[in-house]
């Protein structure tokens, strides 16, 4: 099987009946591109810079972060790059910070939270993540947005770093496309008004299910509440390709769902653009897409959101999708 995946590269992703789609792979560190390149993939859908921010004393300055950026948007040669604004707090400690202990950490001080409180570190990445931009396909993403000001607030820093730079003359794509990550429920049902104010979304699937379902993403004790077939679940993925769609915008999935086997057929049906995940699964995400066809999952979407339980749902596609591949 190996080697008929390994057939698969330098194909296109796409469906029986003729949709692309986009296979991408979530990276941490630079040297993670390599088997990015490897694994013919299309792009990075997430680039988690916090572990740039990670196991050392003091932050990153402007310059190691533009270099870390630059030599992978120049090694995509054009492929799309989406890089997160930094997401720490949660399970994320920056020890030399000295964040608050906190009870519920993950609905704490984090992510953009603390960026749109501390300025002064989130306007060094923006002009870092800017700079790169004039390398390659570069797009911005910022993670945890909760409500409709957040974005606002994160735009407009963002607008005012572009103003420095343009001041200094220093380049940057005009173009760079901006983003949030759809990972708190409040976002995917109010996905119809995020819409309008950005270029893509990028469903989160790690925090939307530990989010919606109330189950702490990392208890073990808990673990079996924690279900990306939970129809509530499927309902907001769905919702919010709906609306981004509707407003003509890009879907991605960058959450651990968008590389899940049995999922992939019902999201290609319900219409996701792109699909990031760890780089040793594109092959077989790309093997299953171009085995199904879309107007077939898309009857398939309508039975799973109808299903009343994640096991009922995961049944299903296991009877009616997996096995018939
Ligand atoms: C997610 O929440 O789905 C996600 C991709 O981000 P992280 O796992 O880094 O929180
Ligand atoms: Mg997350």
Redesign the pocket.
Known sequence: FKEELNKLKGEESISKDGVKVEIAANIGTPKDIDKVLENDGEGVGLYRSEFLYMDREKLPTEEEQFEAYKVVAEKLDGRPLVIRTL?VGGDKDLPYLDLPKEMNPFLGYRAIRLCLDRTDIFKIQLRAILRASAYGNVKIMF?MISNIAELREAKAILEEVKSELRAENIEFDEELEVGI?V?IPSVAVQSDIFAKEVDFFSI?T??LIQYSLAVDRGNQDISYLYSQYHPAVLRLINMTIENGHKEGIWVGMCGEAAGDEKLIPILLGMGLDEFSMSASSMLTARWIIKNISKAEMENKVKEVLNLDSPQDVEKYIEEEITSKI
Do not use: K, L, S, V
């Open positions: 997401d993670p990550m990972e989160g790690n925090d």
